[in-house]
């Protein structure tokens, strides 16, 4: 199980800021986004504009494979404006 936060964008179609979800141990971030957005389709409209932080470090969605600890925590960054 991996802490999901929510942040702007993905918060609001998610309807929630942060869950626990029961992930696979090992998964590309790709699949990782594919898991959340099964619990969470309205997610789908932002997938091209997401970025995750997996433990506080960036990862781009693909083909790159995450190996998951219990209680890691996983952000959900869609793009953010502002000055």
Do not use: M, N
Not at 7 to 31: K, M, N, Y
Not at 41 to 68: K, N, S, T, W
């Amino acid at each position: 199980q991996v802490s999901v936060l929510y942040f702007a964008r993905s918060a609001e179609l998610a309807g929630l800021r942060c869950e626990t979800l029961s992930v696979p141990r090992q998964v590309t971030s790709l699949q990782l986004w594919e898991e959340i957005v099964k619990v969470h389709p309205r997610l789908a409209v932002i997938r091209d504009q997401v970025v995750f932080a997996v433990r506080q470090e960036y990862v781009l969605l693909g083909d790159q494979l995450l190996v998951l600890q219990p209680g890691d925590e996983v952000a959900i960054i869609p793009p953010i404006s502002g000055g």
